[in-house]
């Protein structure tokens, strides 16, 4: 991956997750990023210009090749 969307990656879910919390054990921790990753890959637009979640997109790219050709 591309190394600055992996520290854009980690430092939206440092400020918008971790340092929010009062995380005292690995299990809290845990719940905390998959929580944020959850809302961030279904729920949150990727773009100012309103492109959609990830699981969204890959949904539809999936369904766009899979899909038999109507002409």
Do not use: C
Not at 1 to 24: G, P, T
């Amino acid at each position: 991956m591309d190394s600055i969307f992996i520290k854009r990656l980690w430092r939206s879910l440092k400020n918008e997750a971790v340092y929010l919390q009062d995380i005292d054990e690995g299990f809290a921790a845990q719940r905390v990023i998959d929580e944020w990753m959850n809302f961030d890959n279904s729920q949150r637009q990727h773009s100012a210009f309103g492109t959609p979640p990830p699981d969204e997109a890959y949904a539809e790219e999936r369904f766009l090749i899979k899909s038999p050709s109507l002409s």
